[in-house]
């Protein structure tokens, strides 16, 4: 069941497998002489210590290859090789010759060897700022055990050695992130995190050189320290989801294969397309690219463009769209324009327009740390005047200030959402769903509204033969034989009838394929037929449902009715979303009658047949406009721009690989349940959050009077702040642990 | 007192130490791939030459 969850390690490990001879011939070509590049791929194949050794001395074998790494982390190889055309494609087939199918990132690898270096980044501030907390508190202990005079001031000053380069360097995220927030005139956590770290250390600065009592070196520290651990464990938990995002996308092998004006076929990146290449099309294979069929006829599935579950029938001259699914006949087609007038393109506008005005979403955190961050330093400022103006004492009037401001600093803040996110992504993990954005959890927590694509989501996207009561057993053994052979959906879908109904094919001879009709069988002389309507010679009723046709000589034809069949759960799901008191919908491409009946089976009070892309997006905003938070479910290239425009949005893996980058989360597995387990967890990560701030707050209360009242030891500092952190890092890991 | 004057540098020492090594774990990669270290440990070609 869990199987897609799991893509990662095929059913047989390539490398346990003797290398065929073929293989190693792969790309023995020329020597070259060249500057080196590095060249990256994705191989979700790679699991095992044999498959990290092979692949690297497979790759290394090549003519021009310096070396090759596997990160089996990441599942990725990274290859140093001389920058020649055709190092990429030659890669890439002794790659596949090994056994491990891979695709080429580039764009995408860049991004992501950036990312690995702001967690290195981060973990080195992490360390500096422990290295550096540890040695300050042996220094504070003794200060705190009573050393006096000489002894304090010297370890205030070994202190304020260690404690003022590490601040610098450790803190350096946070200086820069208040810079630009207050540059840009907000007021951010990083804010009061900055002041407090600065007021504290130049107060201690001050103090230590008048040979004062208190120096808060360690709180400084101990501040950095914590909110360092809080960045990383939410830096952590995004280049997790964005690196299952992108295996995900590294499965759905996006190649075109082009034929060269001499007829050579060869594998080219989508990007490599120009207009009026040749390209070919395999039957079982998705559309590369907007343009017309040159030779060839077939049947295409439109469903992932338009939801409609109709094969239509192409020949020469037809339009084709791009991510259109062949499904009978080898095609060649020639691309036409790629520019801005491609359907795909005019979907990406859209979402892109979406995106925009969702971007506007303000998460908890910087709703909470806005408030915060002005009643902190309203406090602080009022400490500073109270005491200053009334007892006259203003070095000790801007100690209390420096207290205040360090006890209210929102360690625990800090920590409060970045510890509850690392432990529901991870539960979410193990449910099957990847988390693409930090706040789409909280978003989801937030919606009392559903909406549902129909093909691909609710459904299964493929074809069951619904009207299989009413056929005899005679014309079920017919219509088996003709369709075992074919790989066409509908074809698979009778067999698959007859087999349950325990129906054996009946013997034919010379069985024909004619792509884009149908299947050709002769039974005793006489012709037998299952196809389309016009090409069996039968009255079709215009489209409006999904038929097949059989005939056997000049009987009369019989009728073959397809439903796309709904998942197991869906019924379910429905019904457990309904009872929890959100609203449901339904929201196709496809035809009224079809809508309607899934509507009616599962339950679904709202449905709306033939929605255009653009109509998706109104009829959500028309939601969004009455005050409903909206959750899209969907898969199709038509529902991308509604993915993007939902409060937020999931979409299954199976989805087209645009619609999996627009949607906030990934469902894996192909159980749609777990759309309600998901929401379920996101309620309770948000109920986790809200006691974390209520922790925090309620910590404030009880300390900050005592910091006004000027009783703030560094002792009280220490325990308060660092006892905060532990319990509300505690308190989220509750969220990893039951596991249902 | 004196005492202090020779633990104090002796502790700090060992700090960096320790801050220098993980610095050099940083930098030498150690961090980015931890599964496949954990599956090249297995493999006795790295012995000689750990990579």
């Known amino acids: 069941m869990n199987q897609a969850a799991r893509p990662a390690a095929p059913a047989v490990c390539p490398a346990c497998m003797p290398l065929p001879d073929w293989a190693r011939a792969v790309g023995d070509s020329a020597k070259v002489e060249a500057p080196l590049r590095r060249f990256e791929f994705a191989l979700p194949g790679v699991h095992c210590a044999a498959c990290i050794t092979r692949v690297e001395d497979g790759l290394a074998s090549l003519d021009g290859v310096a070396g090759a790494r596997v990160n089996l982390t990441l599942k990725r190889v990274s290859l140093s090789a001389a920058d020649v055309p055709g190092m990429q494609d030659m890669a890439l087939q002794r790659l596949s010759a090994l056994g491990y199918p891979a695709q080429p990132l580039d764009s995408a690898a860049l991004a992501a060897t950036q990312q690995d270096s702001e967690g290195r980044d981060l973990l080195a501030r992490i360390a500096v700022s422990g290295f550096a907390l540890m040695n300050v508190m042996l220094l504070s202990v003794s200060v705190w055990s009573g050393a006096t005079d000489a002894t304090r001031d010297l370890m205030h000053w070994i202190s304020a050695v260690i404690a003022l380069p590490a601040t610098g360097f450790a803190a350096m995220p946070f200086f820069a992130n208040a810079t630009r927030a207050l540059l840009a005139r907000r007021l951010d956590m990083d804010v009061p995190i900055s002041t407090a770290i600065l007021l504290a250390l130049g107060v201690s600065i001050w103090e230590t050189a008048q040979s004062g009592a208190h120096a808060f070196f360690d709180a400084a520290l101990m501040l950095t320290f914590f909110l360092l651990i809080g960045r990383y464990l939410a830096h952590r938990t995004r280049a997790a989801a964005r690196s299952a995002a992108a295996e995900l996308a590294a499965l759905e092998v996006q190649m075109a294969v082009r034929i060269g004006p001499d007829g050579a076929r060869e594998q080219v990146v989508l990007d490599a397309l120009r207009a009026g290449d040749l390209l070919a099309v395999a039957p079982g294979g998705r559309i590369p690219a907007d343009g017309v069929v040159v030779t060839g006829s077939s049947e295409i599935d439109p469903q992932m463009l338009t939801g409609e579950t109709m094969p239509e029938a192409v020949g020469p001259g037809a339009q084709l769209r791009a991510g259109m699914l062949n499904l009978s006949g080898p095609l060649t087609m020639r691309a036409e324009t790629l520019g801005e007038e491609t359907l795909l393109r005019q979907i990406a506008r859209l979402v892109e327009a979406a995106e925009a005005s969702r971007n506007r979403y303000a998460n908890l955190a910087s709703r909470a740390s806005w408030y915060y961050s002005h009643i902190v330093n309203i406090l602080a400022l009022a400490a500073l005047l109270m005491w200053g103006l009334l007892g006259g004492d203003w070095r000790m009037a801007i100690n209390i200030a420096a207290a205040v401001l360090i006890i209210t600093c929102p360690c625990a803040l800090g920590l409060a959402v970045p510890a509850v996110l690392t432990a529901a992504s991870g539960r979410l993990f193990k449910l099957g769903v990847l988390l693409k954005d930090g706040t789409a959890l909280e978003r989801l927590a937030e919606i009392d509204h559903v909406v549902f694509d129909k093909t691909g989501t609710l459904t299964t996207g493929r074809p069951v033969l619904s009207n299989a009561q009413t056929l005899s057993d005679e014309h079920m053994a017919l219509a088996m034989a003709l369709a075992e052979g074919s790989a066409h959906p509908l074809s698979q879908a009778i067999a698959l009838a007859a087999q349950q109904r325990g129906i054996a094919p009946v013997r034919l001879s010379d069985i024909a394929e004619h792509p884009g009709f149908g299947t050709l069988g002769l039974l005793g002389g006489q012709e037998a037929r299952l196809g389309r309507a016009e090409w069996v010679g039968a009255d079709g009723d215009g489209g409006a449902r999904t038929t097949a046709w059989l005939r056997l000589g000049q009987n009369p034809a019989i009728e073959l009715v397809f439903e796309d069949d709904a998942r197991a759960d869906a019924a379910d799901t429905v019904a457990r979303l309904r009872a929890a008191g959100l609203g449901v919908s339904l929201l196709s491409g496809d035809a009224e009658g079809p809508v309607a009946r899934m509507a009616d089976r599962l339950g679904i009070k709202t449905w709306v047949a033939r929605a255009t892309p653009a109509g998706k997006v109104e009829y959500l905003q028309s939601l969004a406009a009455s005050g409903h938070k909206v959750l899209m479910v969907g898969d199709g290239l038509n529902d991308t721009a509604a993915l993007a425009s939902a409060h937020v949005s999931i979409s299954p893996a199976s989805a087209v690989d645009a619609s999996r980058s627009a949607a906030d989360m990934i469902l894996t597995g192909g159980r749609l349940g777990r759309v309600v387990d998901s929401w379920n967890l996101a309620r309770r990560a948000r109920r986790r959050v809200l006691e974390n701030f209520a922790m925090a707050f309620g910590y404030n209360i009880i300390t900050v009077p005592i910091a006004f009242a000027g009783y703030v030891t560094p002792l009280i500092a220490a325990i308060a702040m660092s006892g905060s952190s532990i319990v509300v890092s505690l308190n989220a890991m509750r969220l990893g642990r039951r596991v249902k | ?51």
Do not use: H
């Not at chain 2, 005492?3 to 930098?27: C, D, T």
């Not at chain 2, 599964?35 to 006795?44: H, M």
């Open chain 2, 1 to 51: 007192m004196t005492i202090l004057a020779i633990l104090i540098p002796v502790s700090l020492g060992l700090g960096l130490l320790g801050l220098v090594a993980f610095f050099w774990s940083l930098r030498n990669a150690q961090y980015d791939d931890p599964d496949g270290q954990a599956e090249r440990i297995l493999s006795d070609r790295y012995d000689d030459a750990p990579r």
